[in-house]
């Protein structure tokens, strides 16, 4: 069974940075997305990045030039470096994968549990 783990959420000040890694558990069977989302309470849950089996990688607005969002394809892990943090970073982190187990697996959306970051002003 696929399990999603984030971990490396806390509390920070303005303009320090953090490093998120979300570690999924079981294999994935071919092409597949893995990504970050953040909410805030009372909003919705909001693209942070995401990255692809071939690398391609996309990223929300507000983080652009700030978060970077890699992947060790191997073990199936993903992190987020976040710099220059902001108050309005402020939210859980939930990682997300799309993807499949086997070949005979239906397309499946996956999520963490979520990590708090908090940032001060």
């Known amino acids: 069974q696929v399990q999603l783990v984030e971990s490396g959420g806390g509390l920070v000040q303005t303009g320090e940075s953090l490093r998120l890694s979300c570690a999924a558990s079981?294999?994935?069977?071919?092409?597949?997305?893995m990504g970050w989302y953040r909410q805030v309470p009372g909003n919705e849950r909001d693209l942070v990045a995401t990255?692809?089996?071939?690398?391609?990688?996309n990223y929300g607005d507000p983080v652009k030039g700030r978060f970077t969002i890699s992947r060790d394809s191997a073990k199936n892990t993903i992190y987020l470096q976040m710099n220059s943090l902001r108050p309005e970073d402020t939210a859980v982190y939930y990682c997300?994968?799309?993807?499949?187990?086997?070949?005979?697996?239906?397309?499946?959306?996956?999520w963490g549990q979520g990590t708090q970051v908090t940032v001060s002003s």
């Open positions: 997300h994968t799309h993807g499949r187990e086997s070949r005979w697996s239906p397309w499946l959306d996956y």
């Open positions: 079981g294999n994935f069977f071919g092409r597949n997305v």
């Open positions: 990255i692809s089996s071939d690398s391609s990688t």
